[in-house]
């Protein structure tokens, strides 16, 4: 009878030691979704990935980027927080996870509208340089993974116009950057432009060369979108805060500035390496940053296109 009595009662502390574990694990991090108001029917939502815009139109909500993995039903809903009106279109900038892997999230009726060229890097969802370590095993594709769900429906390759009035919504590819298919953004009845991880915020880009991006190019891409989109008043960037036409000018001057410096130092005989460790942000781009390794990836990147 003792051993019995003393069995048991090993076997509920055993299981008081399981429920306390249980109380005790970690519980997974809130997925917080913040929200600005940009205009009455205008948001930005920030939180889990690149800045997501959520544009409220008469017949439907447009959504430009859907952020990591997981994050879409959170996306879905705050826009329900918004709006009682269906979402319809969902825009991606480009083809990086963490602007895109929300779409398997939404319903299958949305339509998704890319720029071509990132409707075929979507398909491939190649590792992005500089970001992935070397000898890294390749993840599993989130859109085959979803039996196709998410995947781009409808493309363009220069220009595309969306509704018309207040309801207008224009798409343009200014050239290669970031990626080879950086789709910016417009309303032109609200004078705003989402330009995507092209201009992600006032920091040294990836140059993700896996999916088409130049270091060479961007400088040119970055100040056609300045010259182009006329009467902007807001730009949303990739990951930072609203910015203006004058600081896109800048941006663009920023990458050729660094550009030119990779070039003499080549024309120097200097190794990328070397290239890199002299690499300093020039003073008059005050409140700009330029992580070391970032530096290093995009050296190497207009290094190779040089020798092209």
């Known amino acids: 009878m003792k ?12 299981g008081l030691s399981l429920t306390l574990s249980a109380y005790q694990a970690p519980a997974a991090a809130p997925k917080v979704i913040e929200v600005e108001k940009l205009k009455d029917n205008l948001f930005v939502l920030k939180g889990g990935g690149g800045n997501t815009a959520v544009f409220v139109g008469a017949s439907g909500i447009t959504v430009v980027d859907t952020k990591n993995p997981g994050w879409g039903q959170p996306v879905l809903d705050k826009i329900k927080e918004l709006s009682n009106k269906p979402v319809v279109r969902i825009i991606n900038t480009h083809t990086h996870g963490d602007h895109v892997s929300g779409n398997v999230e939404f319903p299958a009726t949305v339509d998704v509208v890319v720029q071509e060229n990132t409707k075929a890097n979507m398909q491939r969802m190649a590792p992005v340089t500089g970001l992935t370590p070397a000898g890294a095993p390749p993840q599993p594709n989130i859109f085959t993974v979803n039996n196709g769900r998410g995947m781009a429906k409808r493309t363009f390759k220069e220009k595309m116009t969306i509704g018309t009035g207040a309801d207008q919504i224009d798409l ?26 092209i201009f992600s915020g006032k920091v040294a880009p990836i140059l993700d060369a896996n999916n088409g991006g130049s270091g060479l190019e961007i400088g040119d891409s970055l100040t056609k979108g300045a010259d182009t989109v006329k009467n902007i008043d807001t730009i949303i960037t990739g990951h930072a805060v609203q910015m203006t036409v004058a600081d896109l000018r800048e941006y663009a001057q920023f990458n050729k500035d660094f550009a030119a410096f990779v070039r003499a130092g080549v024309q120097a005989g200097k190794s990328v390496d070397a290239i890199a460790a002299e690499y300093k942000v020039p003073a008059k781009y005050a409140g700009y940053t330029a992580a070391e390794a970032r530096v290093k990836s995009n050296v190497q990147v207009v290094v190779n296109e040089l020798k092209k």
């Open 172 to 197: 343009y590819y200014f050239g290669r950057g970031h990626t080879n298919g950086d789709a910016w953004v417009v309303w032109p009845a609200l004078r705003v432009m989402h330009a995507g991880d």
């Open 3 to 14: 051993r019995v009595l003393l069995l048991g009662g090993i076997l509920a502390v055993g």
